[in-house]
T-cell receptor, first 110, second 114 residues
């Protein structure tokens, strides 16, 4: 079993819809939870990160962590065609390497 | 700063040949990571260095793969001999320090072994 599981998609939604992206994990030592966005033929870029449980909002993006369920989510409100990309969850414990999910390919239809 | 610089951007080579991928991390960053990305396996960490010292190479697939970081501004990932199953996009990333949340990725090297 992988440490981090993520549905690869692809996920296609109409412009303006709310998007929900999710990951589950097995290592209870993970404390830092991140979402990276990767456009086609580019390297991943950090979008948001949270420490431990809770929510964090940044504009149209909300990251949510539920450590009791070992489940993290990224919500995108009012989705735009420019949000079309692959979204990778990532996580680590206090001093360990970053472990990435396999990524969910998202397409926003105009 | 120009960000993490990788070369070449694309590499096509024949099975059995040696391949060397190069990376220049962001100046001042102390940690460097090599990742491999495929459709089947996603983004896998191969090896990472802290202050030029290899810390964890447990992701290196086999002895055909080797990585070096002779100084703070340069790293190489070598595959010898290369095989078709090595075809993937290889990313180099750097971060300020080992425990940093954010890793900055290069543009990647798309390797095709025929």
């Amino acid at each position: 079993q992988k440490e981090v599981e993520q549905d690869p998609g692809p996920l296609s939604v109409p412009e303006g819809a709310i998007v929900s992206l999710n990951c589950t994990y097995s290592n209870s030592a993970f404390q830092y939870f991140m979402w990276y966005r990767q456009y086609s033929r580019k390297g991943p870029e950090l979008l948001m990160y949270t420490y431990s449980s809770g929510n964090k909002e940044d504009g149209r993006f909300t990251a949510q962590v539920d450590k009791s369920s070992k489940y993290i989510s990224l919500f995108i409100r009012d989705s735009q065609p420019s949000d079309s990309a692959t979204y990778l969850c990532a996580m680590r414990s206090s001093a360990s390497k970053i472990i990435f999910g396999s990524g969910t390919r998202l397409s926003i239809r105009p | 700063d120009a960000g993490v610089i990788q070369s070449p951007r694309h590499e096509v080579t024949e099975m059995g040949q040696e391949v060397t991928l190069r990376c220049k991390p962001i100046s001042g960053h102390n940690s460097l990571f090599w990742y491999r990305q495929t459709m089947m396996r996603g983004l896998e960490l191969l090896i990472y260095f802290n202050n030029n010292v290899p810390i964890d190479d447990s992701g290196m697939p086999e002895d055909r793969f080797s990585a070096k970081m002779p100084n703070a501004s340069f790293s190489t990932l070598k595959i010898q001999p290369s095989e078709p199953r090595d075809s993937a996009v290889y990313f180099c990333a750097s971060s300020l320090q080992q425990g940093s949340t954010e890793a900055f990725f290069g543009q990647g090297t798309r390797l095709t072994v025929v």
